[in-house]
């Protein structure tokens, strides 16, 4: 198989590993890698597998026509687009009345308006040959989190979009994921907890592992849920992966 992958937020952090561990794949041969920052994309693609076709866009997601009509050339050009992984996210951890209006409308904008653009546009092509959608929300989304109202209640939003798509889209073969990961070492997760010692939590590399699992044909029965994917504090044992890096 020659599939077609959609990744969002591939400049660092989660969305650079996941694109790491999918380069890896046989079933996958052609990536477009999504962020602003073309340096941080350009590097993704150096550490990906060389075998693959990786084409990468700096682009500011909320440039909603922007999105559009590249969607559109990379589904022509291809024929499909067959995974779409949704990464891309923004967070200024703030309590109510030190939120802006215009950093709640940000959040909401980067979070869940650019989400529900580009899937959009991809699904118009992923109807025609079934496909899968993975959505990167957080443990935030799922519970009180006193100071990150906005960041936080956008998360909340991509769990519920992940579900209503996944009974909304089954018609058309196209398998939603939604997966919530803890704390994660990330420039994002920085700006949540900057005095947390970042080599003590979850590394990105897990999270890209995990993803290459649900998106495999072993990823069965796990669409349509929230999937919860978090380093246990009581867990000494690391897991062992393979070094990407
Ligand atoms: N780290 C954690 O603890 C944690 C936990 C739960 C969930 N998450 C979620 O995981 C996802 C990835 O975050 P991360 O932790 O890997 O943080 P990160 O390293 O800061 O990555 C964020 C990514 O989003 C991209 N991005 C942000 N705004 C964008 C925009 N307007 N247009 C295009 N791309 C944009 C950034 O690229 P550019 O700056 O190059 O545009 C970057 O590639 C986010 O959705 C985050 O909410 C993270």
Redesign the pocket.
């Known amino acids: 198989m020659s599939k077609t992958v959609i990744v969002?937020?591939?400049?660092?952090?989660?969305?650079r590993a996941i694109a790491i561990a999918l380069s890896e794949r046989e079933d996958i041969a052609n990536f477009v890698l999504?962020?602003?920052?073309a340096e941080?994309l350009e590097e993704t693609s150096n550490m990906m597998n060389p075998n693959k076709n990786i084409e990468y866009y700096p682009l500011?997601?909320?440039d909603y026509h922007e999105v559009k009509q590249l969607i559109q050339d990379v589904g022509i050009r291809y024929n499909t687009i067959d995974m779409l992984i949704n990464?891309?996210?923004?967070?200024n951890p703030k309590s109510i009345l030190e939120t802006s209006i215009d950093d709640w409308e940000k959040t909401y904008k980067?979070?869940v308006h650019s989400l529900f653009n580009i899937t959009k546009e991809s699904v118009k092509f992923m109807k025609k040959t079934g496909g899968k959608i993975l959505n990167?929300a957080?443990?935030a989304g799922s519970s009180a989190r006193p100071g990150w109202l906005a960041y936080a209640s956008s998360?909340a939003a991509l769990i519920n979009i992940s579900q209503t798509l996944s009974e909304e889209l089954s018609e058309y073969g196209i398998l939603v994921y939604c997966i919530s990961?803890?704390?994660?070492a990330?420039?994002?997760?920085k700006v949540l907890a900057p005095d947390e010692d970042p080599s003590t939590i979850m590394q990105?590399e897990h999270v890209g592992e995990v993803v290459n699992q649900l998106l495999s044909d072993n990823g069965i029965c796990l669409d349509g849920q929230n999937i919860v994917v978090r380093k246990q504090v009581s867990n000494k044992k690391e897991l062992q992966i393979k070094q990407t890096t």
């Open positions: 969002t937020g591939a400049s660092r952090g989660i969305g999504l962020s602003r920052t941080g500011d997601l909320t990464v891309a996210g923004y967070a980067i979070n990167v957080s443990t998360k990961p803890g704390r994660c990330t420039e994002l997760r990105p």
